[in-house]
């Protein structure tokens, strides 16, 4: 009995450490798994740290790329603010030149981008207007040409006709009278110095004509070239023209007596027998022109210096305008050019930052910042 129940003691033993050694094989191979897990978790975490390091210095240089290329924005339309400005004029930057009671400056366009792109949109809209009166100016400015430099030559046609009809009056006289005339109490024969120095005067007028004629056409030749571009500001006003074409005519006009101022003073013929009262008439008659003629020349003299000063300055206006055309010819090619490579460049830049975007979106929607960023770009 004793022995039996020893035996089933024994036996009791060995099952209880059979079950102890299974429980602690169990319990050493679940450790060792925990231990493998930990260690897989802990290789996960120092991953993630790595890529999170990673997330942060691109988000860093993507941080800063921003600052820079917002600075080169505020800069370039700061730059074309103080262009269009002085495009625009002294008095319109004057009314235009505050935002909301601020100046102008760097760090108004970033803080106050609306009201600056509405004082942009302003100044753009004055210079279309200034380029577009270009045109409108040249033409009236080549009517005005035109209509002076045809009223000039149809009064130094009136004038030429004139002088031919008192030359042949002149001859006229002499052949009827069927001796030498007599001017200023002297004798004078057909072919007297007076009668040539109005031939001569004759002469250098038709000249001045057909040099109008050549001016005239040059000048609607060079306007019909600039017309075509856009051009400012309004044509002068009519009585200016007026005032203008009167001075040329009577510019003109005051040639037909210079011989006169050239004669020495008193009697340079030998005296003559008394005339009879038909050339003594005409004689009286002479004189009266002569007289009219050098008080007209006085005063148109003076108008001659300054309608040559009033073409000179219409030409160098119209210079002006041409180079002002070429100018703006050329800004137009470079801005357009510019504009090319820009949008190329951010087209490029577009595609090579989408793959980056998907990386920061999840950082940014974490920390809650990006809606800010986004508010301050726009």
């Known amino acids: 009995m004793e022995s039996r129940r020893l035996a089933d003691l024994l036996e009791r033993e060995r099952q209880a450490r059979r079950q102890d050694q299974t429980a602690f094989e169990n319990a050493k191979r679940g450790q060792q798994s925990v231990t493998r897990s930990i260690q897989q978790h802990e290789t996960r975490v120092l991953e993630l740290e790595t890529l999170r390091s990673q997330d942060r210095q691109k988000i860093y240089s993507l941080e800063k790329q921003y600052k820079e290329q917002l600075l080169e924005r505020n800069n370039l339309l700061y730059a074309l603010w103080n262009r269009l400005s002085t495009l625009c004029g002294a008095e319109w930057c004057r009314n235009h030149a505050l935002v909301n009671g601020e100046l102008t400056s760097m760090e108004l366009i970033s803080r106050n981008i609306q009201g600056f792109n509405k004082n942009m949109i302003l100044a753009i809209k004055t210079v279309e207007g200034v380029v577009g009166g270009f045109k409108q100016r040249i033409r009236a400015m080549e009517k005005d040409l035109v209509r002076d430099y045809q009223t000039l030559e149809h009064t130094l046609d009136v004038r030429v006709k004139r002088l031919d009809q008192l030359e042949k009056l002149v001859l006229a006289q002499r052949q009827s009278i069927g001796r030498p005339s007599t001017v200023r109490g002297g004798l004078v024969d057909i072919n007297s110095t007076e009668v040539n120095k109005l031939r001569n005067e004759n002469k250098n007028l038709r000249t001045e004509v057909q040099t109008l004629r050549a001016i005239t056409t040059t000048t609607q030749s060079g306007n019909d070239v600039v017309s075509r571009s856009p051009s400012r500001a309004e044509s002068i006003s ?124 999840s950082m940014r929607n974490g920390n809650g910042n990006g809606k800010d960023r986004e508010e301050d770009m726009y």
Do not use: F
């Open 238 to 361: 009519s009585p200016k023209r007026a005032s203008m074409a009167q001075t040329l005519l009577r510019a003109q006009s005051a040639s037909v007596v210079e011989h006169l101022q050239h004669q020495p003073p008193g009697h340079p013929y030998p005296a003559s027998v008394p005339l009879q009262p038909s050339e003594q008439k005409w004689i009286h008659r002479l004189k009266e022109l002569e007289r009219r003629l050098k008080a007209e020349r006085e005063a148109r003299l003076l108008d001659r210096s300054g309608a040559r000063k009033r073409l000179e300055q219409k030409v160098e206006e119209n210079a002006d305008l041409r180079a002002m055309l070429e100018k703006e010819r050329v800004k137009r090619d470079d801005d357009d050019t510019e504009s090319v490579q820009r949008s190329v460049s951010a087209s490029g830049s577009r595609i090579g930052r989408s793959g980056r975007a998907s990386v920061v979106g």
